[in-house]
């Protein structure tokens, strides 16, 4: 590969990957599945940031100096319900009796209205949804989900999944990679499922394994990957600009055992800016075995400085589970390059 140093020949096989899925990569027959949705869609699965209506507005007219809000994100708001339309698609949020600007709040989905409907003006909420922010300051939420106040709404540190419970984030154990590059958050149940990839001598890629179907007492293979690539030490050349597509390339057939002489579809499969600012580039695979069972590889690549690359790799039975696990997306949304 143009651009590798044949003395540190990339070498990213997880061995414990290919081990406990050896029959579904080796012996089963290999297809592509490219017009299926990822389960990592972020877009579909979003996860949203307590914040106070009070909060929101303070940073939105620029006078939150502690708090930042990012258009097109999702939050989860909590409020005083003010005014509604008899339809229940419509309402403001205000932070207290006395504010003078409210964050108007819109829904289209049945569900959500009949929601509403069960509130009036006077009601403490917390509302989730997507934010939208106009050039004059003007806050509006798209509902997705309303609920009554509850402690956790107002404070910061939580996150919710749209549809889950929330998280403490100061509960969560935090892990970096890339000398302090890379920082994420897992929850701590996820300790007791975690493999050190290099420490366990299951590959050379820095990062950890979290084998999913353990905790969830299933005999069907479900793992999440969190690594993180230094390019410096595998890679020879340093113009990454001309070579991080070639990289990404190496390491989706290093660990999917391709050759050269073996197709590798359209690459990336699609590349978005999360609603969080994350730039991701994705790649699937689909397995079968002889047996019937179908296995997804999930790959997202992620630029992590000058020199190094995030991967994540989700692995699991498309016949078993139908949604990802929550407590993935919410990791993927705490991650953070330094």
Not at 188 to 214: C, F, T
Not at 218 to 245: H, M, P, Q, R
Not at 283 to 302: C, L
Request: glycine share 6%; proline share 3%; hydrophobic share 35%.
């Amino acid at each position: 590969m143009t651009g590798i140093d044949p003395k540190k020949k990339l070498r990213l096989i997880l061995i414990c990957l290919m081990m406990s899925l050896s029959a579904c990569l080796v012996s089963g027959a290999s297809f592509l599945n490219f017009n299926s949705k990822v389960k990592l869609d972020t877009s579909a699965y979003p996860v949203c940031r307590h914040i106070t209506a009070g909060e929101m507005i303070r940073a939105a007219s620029g006078a939150g100096k502690s708090t930042d809000i990012r258009n097109g994100s999702y939050y989860a708001v909590s409020g005083i319900m003010k005014t509604k339309n008899d339809s229940n698609r419509k309402f403001s949020l205000i932070s207290d009796p006395s504010s003078k600007k409210a964050i108007t709040c819109t829904a289209s989905d049945a569900e959500v209205i009949n929601g509403i409907s069960l509130y009036g003006p006077g009601d403490h909420v917390t509302v989730y949804g997507k934010l939208t922010l106009d050039i004059f300051s003007n806050i509006s939420i798209k509902v997705c989900r309303i609920e009554t106040e509850n402690s956790a709404a107002s404070d910061s540190s939580f996150y919710s999944p749209i549809n889950g419970l929330a998280v403490n984030v100061n509960t969560m154990d935090t892990k970096t990679l890339g000398n302090g590059k890379f920082v994420y958050r897992i929850p701590q149940a996820w300790k007791s499922v975690e493999h050190d990839i290099p420490s366990e001598d299951l590959g050379v890629m820095e990062g950890y394994q979290y084998r999913l179907n353990e905790l969830k007492k299933s005999e069907y293979a479900e793992s999440f990957f969190v690594c993180y690539f230094d390019i410096d030490k595998f890679v020879a050349i340093k113009d990454k600009g001309n070579n991080l597509k070639l990289i990404e390339e190496a390491i989706l057939r290093d660990i999917l055992r391709k050759d050269n002489n073996d197709r590798l579809e359209k690459f990336p499969s699609k590349s978005v800016t999360t609603y969080y600012g994350a730039p991701y580039r994705y790649y699937q695979d689909t397995y079968e075995k002889m047996t019937g069972d179908k296995y997804q590889a999930e790959f997202i690549f992620q630029e992590a400085g000058e020199d190094g690359i995030v991967v994540y790799l989700y692995i699991y039975n498309t016949q078993k589970v139908r949604e990802p696990d929550e407590n993935i997306m919410l990791t993927m949304r705490l991650a953070e390059v330094r």
